[in-house]
């Protein structure tokens, strides 16, 4: 979101300005360390329709993001100037939800309005590290490297969740498939074994008749129980997905157990590692780039870490591998490795280094993460539909023992 700030110094000069931020608390954060006393902040409301409203049914994904920052950098690498690049892109682009936003950025440039602001616009689409990373590659003139930061960084996202998804679609076909397998058997198979049973006059035993009786009862309203299942599976993954409670509960889970409790870490240190580089790397103040990468870390406790260091330990003369130090959410290589490079003044390559690290270390997490669910689910199929057929192969046992 963009606020407006009115500020004055201690020498009564006024400061007038737009920031780019998630909360007004951020930006009286961000004056105060520059020791200017605020007097009004204001939220700015933009009066540009969103890209998707314009164009129905369209979304701007992490690939056209990876495109669009690709060749923005590519462009401005060889020469090419900001309008040029943008006209190029207009020409260019096929999708017209990123033909409305580039068309927005050039008449917002043809004002005078810096670049970032018209990404500023749309939060949903657009992270505080992206437009901050523009917004400081525009004021130090280096808009080429900050693109080519963030197309880095949005290819390490989107390579991260690759390898997320890839990892869970054996277990989610496993499954899937077991899923179909019980639904042939009590479709299909337990109501012609249990008419067996019945036509021949043999009274199965006890547990053999309660296998049957839920397997009978399940299969008579199977065309029932499926969308109900269906709709329960979807209103659950609504919930934890979108609904800001469900979030935060499937982070609570998430944090205390323990199989994916290290993914998670692991995951959070490594977007850690990789924004706060680039905002580093950019030219931004320390207190700010620890805020905003506060904001892009989804972990609570390495966030709240990270804003105790921003807002407590630094502003009262800490210095930084100390206040790493004093946060128990870091691990000792990451607090001992961060005191080392603020001695020698290499931050953003030891923090580049941590997060080619932590990328490797998720690897291996979601690997151990696979070869331990992969078996569980085959204990879970095996006992249903071991438990199925010990309630048909008992009574065929006991109807040959009679002869």
Do not use: C, W
Not at 221 to 231: G, K, L, N, Q, T
């Amino acid at each position: 979101m963009k606020f407006h700030y009115i500020a004055y110094d201690k020498d009564g000069q006024k400061f007038e300005d737009d920031f780019i931020a998630e909360a007004t608390s951020e930006v009286i954060h961000y004056l105060t360390n520059k020791g200017l006393k605020p007097v009004s902040i204001e939220a700015q409301k933009s009066t540009a329709a969103s890209p998707s409203r314009q164009v129905f049914g369209q979304k701007i994904t992490i690939n056209d993001k990876i495109f669009l920052t690709k060749y923005l950098a590519l462009m401005l690498k060889v020469g090419t100037d900001i309008f040029k690049a943008i006209d190029i892109l207009i020409h260019d682009f096929n999708k017209p939800v990123l033909k409305a936003l580039l068309l927005e950025v050039r008449t917002n440039l043809e004002k005078g309005q810096p670049l970032y602001t018209t990404f500023g616009h749309y939060p949903h689409y657009f992270s505080p590290v992206f437009i901050n990373l523009i917004k400081a590659g525009e004021s130090s003139g280096n808009l080429e490297q900050a693109f080519a930061d963030l197309n880095l960084s949005l290819e390490k996202e989107k390579d991260l969740k690759g390898k997320i998804k890839a990892a869970l679609i054996y277990p989610l076909l496993l499954l899937g498939l077991s899923f179909v397998i019980l639904i042939f058997l009590i479709t299909f198979a337990l109501p012609k074994i249990a008419a067996v049973f019945e036509g021949g006059g043999i009274k199965p035993p006890a547990f053999s008749r309660v296998v049957f009786a839920i397997g009978l009862y399940l299969g008579n309203h199977i065309v029932v129980i499926i969308p109900a299942i269906v709709a329960t599976l979807t209103a659950v993954a609504i919930f934890f997905l979108k609904m800001p409670l469900g979030k935060k509960a499937l982070a609570y889970l998430g944090a205390r157990l323990p199989i994916f409790k290290g993914v998670i870490e692991r995951v959070a240190l490594q977007r850690f590692a990789t924004t706060l580089s680039s905002l580093m790397k950019s030219g931004l103040p320390i207190l700010n780039s620890l805020e905003i990468t506060a904001g892009a870390v989804s972990h609570a406790g390495i966030r709240q870490a990270l804003e105790r260091i921003a807002r407590e330990h630094i502003p009262k003369g800490v210095t930084l591998g100390e206040s790493f130090r004093r946060e128990p959410a870091f691990p000792s290589v990451v607090s001992n490795l961060i005191a080392i490079s603020e001695r020698t003044g290499h931050l953003d390559e030891i923090l580049q280094t941590l997060s080619g690290f932590y990328e490797a270390e998720v690897d291996a997490s979601l690997k151990t993460l696979v070869a331990f669910i992969e078996p569980m689910l085959l204990l879970v199929i095996a006992v249903v539909v071991g438990t199925i057929a010990l309630s048909i192969i008992v009574p065929i046992y006991q109807l040959v023992g009679q002869f």
